[in-house]
């Protein structure tokens, strides 16, 4: 079967740096995405990675290890409005999404 | 450009009653797609369309049916609401499924049956 982890929930110091990790394991990979979701709103695309690496954007960064079916979403200078969902997602080889449960990510003064 | 619009934005049926929820997406996208959302679980794929005319099945889609008969609307019906089918309700759109086109998603439909 299909299966991606993440942490159920999260909670870091605004200022602070935080990981978000997810593992993988689906039939075939097409890219990985992070969207970013409030409460009570839809989500939003924040990066996608298709090759091993670091992309860097802003603040926010995603890594990316295909052979350790591995990725991590870090964030820097953590704001009081990031705190969020955090939702992790697979393209398959049928060009379908998979999601995660998402991280529920609490900031705190 | 409003990007992706769903109505309603909340719904209370009873168990039995039918509804249709309306997505429409005005960015001239190919792919259309349903999903639920439910506390705990990842977003689960009910239905979606790879272009007017087409549907095909997701992971979850008893219980319901859709129908894209123009290229921006997707329309989700329940026929027969059960109270497994609360959840909140996100229909999002994409230019291909290939990557790395996002997907937009519209602000959500939160249905309760009771």
């Known amino acids: 079967g299909q299966n991606i982890d993440q942490p159920t929930e999260m909670t870091a110091t605004e200022g602070a740096i935080v990981q978000i990790n997810c593992t993988y394991q689906?039939?075939?990979?097409?890219?990985l995405f992070w969207y970013q979701q409030h409460a009570g709103e839809a989500p939003t695309f924040l990066s996608y990675?298709?090759l091993d690496g670091l992309e860097e954007k802003g603040r926010f960064s995603s890594f990316l290890s295909r052979s350790k079916g591995y990725s991590y979403l870090l964030l820097k200078e953590l704001q009081m409005k990031d705190s969020a969902s955090y939702l992790c997602a697979v393209l398959d080889s049928n060009y379908q999404l998979i999601w995660g449960a998402g991280t529920k990510l609490i900031i705190k003064p | 450009n409003a990007g992706v619009t769903q109505t309603p934005k909340f719904r209370v049926l009873k168990t039995g009653q039918s509804m249709t929820l309306l997505c429409a997406q005005d960015m001239n996208h190919e792919y259309m797609y349903w999903y639920r959302q439910d506390p705990g679980m990842g977003l689960r794929l009910i239905h979606y369309s790879v272009g007017e005319g087409t549907t095909a099945k997701g992971e979850v889609p008893d219980g319901y049916n859709v129908s894209r008969l123009k290229k921006q609307n997707f329309l989700l019906g329940l026929e027969s609401a059960a109270p497994s089918q609360t959840s909140v309700y996100f229909c999002?759109?994409?230019?291909?499924?290939?990557?790395?086109?996002?997907?937009?998603f519209g602000p959500g439909t939160r249905l309760t049956v009771l």
């Open positions: 999002a759109s994409t230019l291909t499924s290939g990557s790395p086109d996002e997907q937009f």
């Open positions: 990675n298709v």
């Open positions: 689906t039939s075939g990979f097409n890219g």
